[in-house]
């Protein structure tokens, strides 16, 4: 027999919504779905308008920066249990960078717009969000910082190439 | 077979390049022998002062199997006059070595403990005697994660090593590269994030740092943050270290002699000294 779990018993799984509460949850549930990708899909595109955000239930997603002339960059992987994009929080809510499938991934969908409506009316509940949000955008901005420090001094390759 | 013994650890034995490795650009690897054939003992963890003869002298952690008495294993990076000079050495050339000196990995203190090696670019060089040396021992220990960053794909250090610990079914290693091209289905990002995905038994787990001082702080902290406490993470430091021996005051920091005292420490007992900006 197939078993059939509710989005809420998904969301409420996942640890960016871990122990929030039922009203929160059953508010946010109103405005997720799940999602599908396959390797090199995109989830999303720099400079598209960020209409969602997502909580990567199971995979692996890519961070990709968009260069000129040239191929694109991975900068970061995000894998399960993390979340991804907070475009949709700051105005003009467009995406920064391109999200991609690494391999087959789920996603838990939230739209953006249902949820920033929601938080308007609901300040409790936008607290809540942005209380999740905080720390991981903290971590983030903090490990970035220190992988600047390492590439600063790390002494560049310099490209010899003699064979020993 | 003899053991190299330097009756005065301020002179150097003469020994012969048998191999260059280039490991990736700017890094090499040295395979040496001794002129007499005679064997060289060391610890994980401990270096050498070696010698480039009229133009100078450095120390370098041994790289190799602790086990392999015959070859003495250096890796080293050239970021000045002296390793620049290194790098144009060849097979046949004769170099100059005092050693072994320094404090080596507590490998007997950690029997029992899940282990995880955080490490990035070079920094595995003076871990990897240490990965060798628990490997041979392996049903000493707990869980082994290895941990280790590079830049980006084209300048990972010891890529067959890394590729047979992969390889085996008791040891888990996890990679990370700072960027890759678009496709790369590894990790990217920093080690923190590394740390983060090993599964080891926090509370019970021995961590050895080798990396950077600015970025050690980091690693500590990620650990600290999974109940890796102070008194099990165990780092190794870079100073000045001209005679080895803790003699000329070169590589003294605040009261220890990083070239007999170090490199290797245990961190809450070096942690103080991290906060001094003058050190």
Known sequence: MVQITNLEEILSAHPFTAGMDHDALETIVGCCSNAVYHPGDYIFREGDPADDFYLIRQGVVALEIHVPQGQPIVVETLETGEIFGWSWLIPPYRWSNDA??????????LDAACLRR???SDRNLGYEIYKRFLPIMARRLANNRMRIV???LEPRPTHSRRKG | MMTTTTADPMVPVPYRIARVIREIDGVFTWHLKSLDGSAFRFRPGQFNMVYHFGVGEIPVSVSGDCRDLDTLVHTIREVGPVTNAMATLRPGDVVGIRGPFGR?????????FDLIFVTSTIGLAPLRPLIYEVLHRRSDFGKVVICYGTRGTDDIMFEADLHRWRARFD?????TVHSAP???????GGVASAIRTARVDWPSTQAFVCRSEALTRQAVDTLGGLGVTPDRVWV????????????CGHCQLGPTFMCKDGPVYRFDQIEPLYAVREF
Do not use: F
């Open chain 2, 182 to 188: 678009s496709g790369y289905r590894g990790r990217v």
């Open chain 1, 118 to 120: 929601k938080m308007e």
């Open chain 2, 104 to 112: 080596p990995w507590p490998i007997d203190e950690v029997t029992g």
């Open chain 2, 236 to 247: 190794t430091l870079e100073r000045n270290m001209q005679c080895g021996i803790g003699l």
């Open chain 1, 100 to 109: 991609r499938a690494s391999e087959q991934v789920r996603l838990l969908k």
């Open chain 2, 171 to 175: 040891t888990v290693v996890h990679l």
């Open chain 1, 150 to 152: 390492e590439l600063a």
